[in-house]
């Protein structure tokens, strides 16, 4: 079989938006890698990510370790992920959109991925599969059901964005305001602070080193992102709540055959362990894992030889008992 690799932008028309504002045509920019005809592993992506799960030899994807690594098979499945709205990165967003919208929320993410699905001619996801924003995405992706789902990984991930995490974003939102772009450098720095515990900060840095690495990130970011696609994608995340105006969730979601596995991460300060377990009562079949690396919330990210052997066996589970 001869494994392909592609990018590339998939339109889907007019767009409405949850607060009824209208994209004329909405793109999402997509990477495609894998084996045509293979079992389909869709991957959504965090907050700051890109749709380069695998990427290339100049520029390895985020996730590309995990798949050359054999936990997840680039000869066993082919994989897409697709770039969220509003994002930098190729898709609709403030950077290449005329009146774009003002508000973006979890929802109008979720609604995008299923139709670019479903444009692309995919009627059945084998493997649904993201981490933080990426796991808020696979959450709202089942509940929508419109697309069979057989398994589901959800790492570091709850039902709602919790409102420690909020506090922080609404922190940054404030910063970026009054700084505009020079902003992000500090939204950033602060954003670190909550994606690592203070457990990894002490083993991996001197009071001095601590300092330099915190401004490198910053100043990173502030040249990678842009701030207005950075404000939209905050509001997306601070949106994020499976149970919002909605009181059919839980016999949803019960419903469905989906296989799930949730993933919590020690010390994780945005969505601890037995916030990402509590999704699991939701489903009929469920298992869980805690990992115990002290990296923090971006575990997922990171040490994938602590957590990628637990996604390996659950794939590889063909008997599941119901709950």
């Known amino acids: 079989m001869i494994i392909s690799r592609e990018t590339g932008l998939v339109e889907l ?5 949850e607060n009824e504002e209208v994209i004329d045509n909405l ?7 894998g084996h045509k005809g ?9 907050l700051t990510g890109n749709h380069l799960t695998y990427g290339d030899n100049e520029q390895p994807g985020w996730w590309r370790e995990i798949i050359d690594g054999g936990y997840l098979s680039i000869n066993d499945y082919q994989f897409i992920t697709f770039n969220v709205i509003g994002s930098p990165y190729g898709s609709s967003s403030k950077l290449n959109t005329p009146n774009f919208p003002d508000h973006l929320t979890m929802r109008d993410v979720t609604k995008a991925n299923i139709l670019a699905l479903k444009k692309l001619g995919y009627e059945r996801i084998d493997v649904l599969i993201g981490g933080s924003l990426g796991g808020m995405q696979a959450l709202e992706m089942l509940y929508d059901g419109s ?3 057989k398994k589901a990984v959800i790492l570091a991930a709850t039902e709602k964005t919790s409102s420690y995490s909020r ?3 609404e922190i940054a939102r404030q910063v970026i305001q009054l700084n505009g772009q020079e902003g992000l450098n500090i939204a950033r720095q602060l954003g670190f602070l909550t994606y690592r515990s203070s457990k990894d900060y002490e083993a991996r840095f001197s009071a001095d080193e601590v300092v330099s690495y915190q401004k490198y990130q910053g ?5 990678q ?10 509001d997306v995340l601070d949106s994020h709540d499976i149970f919002k105006g909605r009181d059919d969730v839980e016999e949803r ?5 989906t296989k799930v596995l949730t993933l919590g991460f020690a010390d994780d300060l945005l969505y601890p362990d037995d916030q990402v377990r509590a999704i699991g009562r939701f489903f009929k079949y469920h298992r869980h894992f805690y990992v115990p690396d002290n990296v923090g919330h971006d575990g997922f990210l990171l040490n994938f030889g602590d957590w990628a052997p637990y996604v390996y066996h659950f794939l590889k589970l063909h008997k599941f008992k119901e709950r």
Do not use: M, R, S
Not at 253 to 257: R, T, V
């Open 219 to 223: 100043n990173k970011f502030k040249n």
């Open 13 to 17: 028309g007019q767009f409405k938006t």
């Open 147 to 149: 697309i069979e789902v």
């Open 27 to 33: 793109k999402l920019q997509y990477e495609f890698v």
């Open 38 to 46: 293979q079992p389909l592993v869709v991957v959504c992506h965090a």
């Open 253 to 257: 979601l019960h419903q469905l055959d």
């Open 167 to 169: 506090a922080f974003n």
């Open 225 to 234: 992102f842009n701030k207005d696609c950075y404000l939209t994608l905050l």
